[in-house]
């Protein structure tokens, strides 16, 4: 599929599916995560990959925090990355955001909070079973 042609799918699963464009910009994540990872990266798909999820990411991202299941997968990702700190999915978070410093860091420390409460909610829900 051409990289317009998802952008456009995108924006249209977006209004009418939310949960289904959310998938969509996690897989494509996903997949930029392959391109990063791979032994010889292609710097050209790498670009292209980012560009992608820019178009489809920043439009939302534009109006602060949207109650949106897109924007929270893609929110959710990137956090993730910021813990890894790989130099790499720093380097493609930053073209597809082009977010502040402020910004990553309250993307990073919010990832935290959300996998502190999620390990919180599988405690009491195990305890409950004992």
């Given at each position: 599929?051409?990289?317009?042609?998802?952008?456009?799918?995108?924006?249209d699963l977006k209004t009418r599916?939310?949960?289904?464009?959310?998938?969509?910009?996690?897989?494509?994540?996903?997949n930029l995560s392959k391109l990063l990872e791979s032994n010889e990266p292609d710097e050209n798909a790498i670009a292209?990959?980012?560009e992608t999820i820019a178009e489809c990411f920043r439009p939302m991202d534009r109006t602060g925090?949207?109650?949106?299941?897109?924007?929270?997968?893609?929110?959710?990702?990137f956090g993730?990355?910021?813990?890894?700190?790989?130099?790499?999915?720093?380097?493609?978070l930053n073209k597809i955001t082009e977010w502040s410093e402020d910004q990553?860091?309250?993307?990073r420390s919010r990832y935290i909070?959300?996998?502190?409460?999620?390990?919180d909610d599988w405690n009491r829900a195990?305890?409950?079973?004992?």
């Amino acid at each position: 599929m051409i990289d317009s042609n998802v952008v456009t799918l995108f924006e249209d699963l977006k209004t009418r599916y939310p949960m289904a464009a959310a998938g969509l910009i996690e897989q494509l994540c996903a997949n930029l995560s392959k391109l990063l990872e791979s032994n010889e990266p292609d710097e050209n798909a790498i670009a292209s990959a980012c560009e992608t999820i820019a178009e489809c990411f920043r439009p939302m991202d534009r109006t602060g925090f949207p109650d949106s299941y897109p924007w929270d997968a893609a929110y959710a990702i990137f956090g993730r990355w910021l813990m890894r700190g790989l130099p790499p999915y720093i380097n493609a978070l930053n073209k597809i955001t082009e977010w502040s410093e402020d910004q990553t860091t309250r993307c990073r420390s919010r990832y935290i909070q959300m996998v502190r409460a999620n390990c919180d909610d599988w405690n009491r829900a195990c305890e409950m079973l004992d």
